[in-house]
């Protein structure tokens, strides 16, 4: 089972397949990915999200910046075609956006914030998820070319 190929190509002559068992990890690195800014923001979620709007963009442009340059690492780290990009990037977001619901639901007993500033974290989260996607979709298109 650990084998199973699963046939994600970008469409280039020479790529190999995903595996089973890379998409399971990729997936297990965006939920560690995805745990540790859960903690962060946990910790430091009044200094993000409750400081105005200067703050939050800041914020918000630092972690886009930030899973873009993870993405890309981690990609290199485990010899992933450019081309895989935007599966490399789906399959590492989505245990994060599924954490991201409980989290948004329970937000003010997970993080101690207003209930109001949950809107400003999903804020975040979307934007950072939409970079990390459009940069995705631009590293598997140059590949493509």
Not at 25 to 34: S, T, Y
Not at 47 to 62: E, I
């Amino acid at each position: 089972m650990a084998g199973k190929t699963v046939k994600l190509r970008a469409g280039r002559t020479g790529e190999r397949d995903m595996t089973t068992r890379e998409m399971t990890i990729l997936g297990l690195i965006g939920f560690g990915i995805w745990l540790s800014g859960a903690v962060t923001f946990r910790f430091g979620g009044a200094m993000l999200f409750q400081n105005g709007p200067w703050v939050l963009t800041a914020s918000a442009l630092g972690i886009a910046l930030s899973v873009c340059l993870l993405l890309r690492a981690i990609m290199d780290w485990r010899k992933a075609p450019a081309g895989q990009s935007v599966t490399v990037a789906v399959v590492m977001t989505l245990p994060g956006l599924f954490g991201d619901v409980g989290y948004v639901l329970g937000f003010h007993r997970i993080t101690g914030l207003a209930q109001a500033t949950a809107g400003a974290y999903a804020a975040v989260v979307i934007f950072g998820t939409a970079a990390l996607l459009a940069y995705a979709l631009v590293r598997q298109a140059r590949a493509a070319a």
